[in-house]
């Protein structure tokens, strides 16, 4: 995923530097030359019969079956080879740990121990968000992040390595921190909690949004919910305005969030800071609906105001209330109601006027 | 200053300035105090325990036999007998006893990964398993292998004494006084679910694992 978000593979093609893909949906993707769709099953959007194509066509296997397991069992023949004889690997990680200097990947397919066992140069790529304090720390992460992410008591695999061992794997290593705005977010307390994420995808699973739309609709490397609030900020709100507002707010992601993000309310600030950025550009000052609310919170802080545009709207609307107490039709805007719904014309008074002439009455005339 | 330096000076920067709100001192007390309130210590017996691990091995498809520390030789023999290799790896530290005769065994000093991969399967020790995620955790030591011993081959047989099992994972942290430098964790074999989400065994890993519980004294974790 970090590589995706760096677009660090058109990067290093255009260099000259030829990359394979080693988790199986990743080469699904690579090879079919298309793009993530879920966190955690990038490819669960690709059928079997698709990935065949896909495989018979690149890996030249004329006779392939659509049975997973056949799928399976090509992807590992093909990748053996490549793990056995490419010197350099570069790895994503789970976690890092300040205390030990350790990294910490988490995966089921074995691709990830490949990687950092058989070159000799492995480069890891590292969000900073990834940094826990102490290694007993991993015994409250890795549990949870297995049993949001797929539901397993703990994953195939975990790995944990530190720096490089003489005679036991890579002998050269490099690890990449990768800020890319992340310590931007950290001003804000509400934006701050999106750097907890673990990217286990729990919020994608539960969405309503993303189980209608899949996770291309979203346009981002991060999809679901998480992607609506994490892309945006990445990207500094220029591109991805919309991302906030796939969503219907109904709290699902904040429900199962191992973490407890409390992805609604970001969501929220991220929209009132598209909404602030919007109506402050050029040529958005004249727009209806920004007019619209700019006259209504002039009237709706001054009592006074408020009160005259109540009388004078009162009178106003007389003209076009019928006999039986209802608007069937009004003109310019107004008109786009009343041609497919009546609305109610105003009471003679408001309830604050009511309310204070109330006590002067007679009781029971009190209506 | 070269760019990664400046880099690293930047981000450490507005790290410091966007969390200046939030003292240092504070941090590492509310650190110190976090409720750690989540299940830290087991409750099972020491048989419950061992039978959890066994039944979660099982679950992983695993092949668990057990044996009495006098027993282990011959039971690391007939495993190696049913399984119908002949090429094994051992890790260097290995003890004489478990390499049976009459295998093919390539000692482990330095092969390389095309030796390694011409292999069929691989003998070693454990540090350690989680009863709970029947999870067995390797630390590279001489006993247990370098990484890749047990990665490339496609039959892995992992000796176990019962008093390395634990039940929880919080357990297995407690037993780490110094934190390993490398650490592998083994729940089930590999496993993928990349297409339609099918779940299918083995894409890199060892296919096939089996575990040789051996019931040592007392049957007693030690406690730290």
Redesign the interface.
């Known amino acids: 995923m970090t590589s995706a978000e760096i677009q660090l593979n058109p990067f290093l093609e255009a260099a000259g530097v030829r990359t394979y893909e080693t988790d199986l949906a990743e080469i699904i993707l690579q090879l079919g030359q298309d793009e993530p769709s879920h966190i955690v099953v990038p490819a669960l959007h690709v059928n079997r019969s698709q990935v065949r194509e896909i495989f018979a066509r690149t890996m030249g296997l004329k006779d392939l079956s659509d049975d997973p397991h056949a799928l399976t069992a090509a992807a590992r023949t093909y990748l053996r080879q490549k793990f056995l004889s490419i010197p350099t690997a570069i790895s994503g990680a789970n976690f890092l740990v300040a205390e030990t200097g350790s990294v910490v990947v988490v995966e089921s397919e074995g691709n990830g121990r490949m990687c950092l066992t058989l070159p000799r140069t492995m480069i890891t790529i590292a969000g900073i968000e990834k940094v826990l304090p102490s290694f007993q720390d991993l015994e409250v992460m890795l549990q949870v992040l297995a049993r949001s992410a797929t539901g397993e008591r703990m994953n195939p695999y975990t790995s944990v390595w530190t720096g490089v061992t003489p005679g036991d794997g890579p002998q050269r290593f490099h690890i990449v921190l990768l800020d890319n705005g992340r310590s931007r977010m950290l001003a804000k307390e509400t934006e701050r909690q999106t750097l907890r994420c673990i990217r286990c995808a729990a919020c994608m699973n539960a969405c309503p949004v993303y189980r209608q739309t899949g996770g291309h609709a979203y346009g981002s490397v991060y999809p679901g919910p998480i992607g609506a609030i994490l892309t945006p900020q990445l990207m500094q709100m220029h591109h991805a305005q919309t991302l906030p507002y796939a969503s219907s707010l109904c709290g699902a992601c904040y429900e199962v969030c191992p973490v407890k993000i409390n992805i609604p309310e970001v969501l929220l600030e991220l929209r009132s800071q598209v909404v602030n950025q919007e109506r402050h550009t050029a040529g958005r000052f004249f727009d209806p609906m920004y007019l619209g609310l700019r006259v209504a919170n002039l009237l709706f802080s001054r009592a006074w105001l408020f009160h005259a545009a109540q009388y004078f709207g009162r009178i106003g609307i007389r003209f076009f209330t019928r006999k039986d107490g209802w608007i069937h039709s009004l003109p310019s805007i107004g008109g786009k109601w009343t041609q497919t719904r009546d609305l109610r014309g105003f009471p003679r008074q408001t309830f604050h006027e009511w309310w204070a002439e109330r006590d002067l009455k007679p009781t029971g005339e009190a209506k | 200053m070269n760019a990664p330096t400046q880099?690293?000076q930047q981000?450490l920067d507005?790290?410091r300035?966007?969390?200046r709100s939030v003292a240092a001192e504070h941090l590492e007390s509310a650190?110190a105090t976090l409720p750690?309130t989540?299940v830290?210590t087991g409750s099972l017996s020491a048989e419950a325990r061992l039978a959890l691990m066994i039944e979660?091995l099982r679950e992983y498809d695993a092949e668990v036999v057990e044996c009495a520390p006098q027993d282990l030789p011959s039971t690391i023999a007939a495993q190696l007998q049913s399984s119908g290799k002949r090429i094994f790896i051992a890790p260097a530290g290995l003890p004489a006893s478990w390499l049976a005769l009459g295998f093919d065994w390539r000692i482990d000093r330095?092969l390389s990964?095309?030796e390694i991969?011409l292999a069929e399967g691989v003998v070693t020790a454990a540090f350690c398993a989680?009863a709970?995620?029947?999870?067995i955790v390797l630390h590279?030591s001489a006993t247990e292998g370098?990484?890749?011993v047990t990665?490339l081959p496609d039959w892995h047989l992992c000796i176990l004494y019962a008093s390395q099992v634990v039940e929880t994972?919080?357990e297995?942290?407690?037993r780490?006084q110094n934190?390993?430098?490398?650490?592998?964790?083994?729940?089930?074999?590999?496993?993928?679910?990349?297409?339609?989400?099918?779940r299918?065994k083995?894409?890199?890993?060892p296919r096939f694992l089996h575990v040789i519980v051996v019931h040592d004294h007392a049957d007693q974790p030690k406690n730290q």
């Not at chain 2, 709970?132 to 999870?135: A, E, L, M, Q």
């Not at chain 2, 083995?202 to 890993?205: E, L, N, Q």
């Open positions: 880099s690293r981000i507005r790290i300035a966007n969390t650190y750690r989540y830290r979660r330095d990964s095309a991969e989680v709970d995620s029947g999870t590279h370098r990484r890749v990665l994972l919080p297995y942290f407690s780490c934190p390993p430098m490398l650490a592998t964790y083994i729940s089930g074999p590999s496993a993928t679910a990349d297409i339609e989400m099918t299918i083995g894409v890199h890993g």
